[in-house]
């Protein structure tokens, strides 16, 4: 059974840094790209950053590029996002998710098959 278990979130002022992690167990993720979504109240999944498993090729929302970090540590079978310069509107719920390759693009939430359970992430003004 796949599992993917957000940590990290929390209330940050602006200006500040979280980072967020994302276990992953049950499958071999060699296959894989891991992507982090937003949501905010009242709006779409948004797409944040993905990596690819197998060799690390990275993904970045205009939105985020610059102030976030996306990487993974395969011996924890964990995958990172390092948000710095936080603003309010980065407010949101993360999600942790996991697509295999070929299935479609990176940028869609529907593409993800795995999700995790979200992790709030506040940032105040």
């Known amino acids: 059974q796949v599992q993917l278990v957000e940590s990290g979130g929390g209330l940050v002022q602006a200006g500040g840094s979280l980072r967020l992690s994302c276990a992953a167990s049950g499958r071999t993720f060699s296959t894989y790209t891991m992507g982090w979504f937003r949501q905010a109240p009242g709006k779409e999944h948004e797409f944040v950053a993905a990596?690819?498993?197998?060799?690390?090729?990275?993904y970045y929302s205009d939105s985020v590029k610059g102030r976030f970090t996306i990487s993974r540590d395969n011996a924890k079978n964990t995958v990172y996002l390092q948000m710095n310069s936080l603003k309010p509107e980065d407010t949101a719920v993360y999600y942790c998710a996991a697509r295999e390759y070929g299935n479609g693009s990176v940028y869609i939430a529907g593409n993800y098959r795995y999700w995790g359970q979200g992790t709030q992430v506040t940032v105040s003004s």
């Open positions: 990596i690819r498993w197998s060799d690390s090729t990275l």
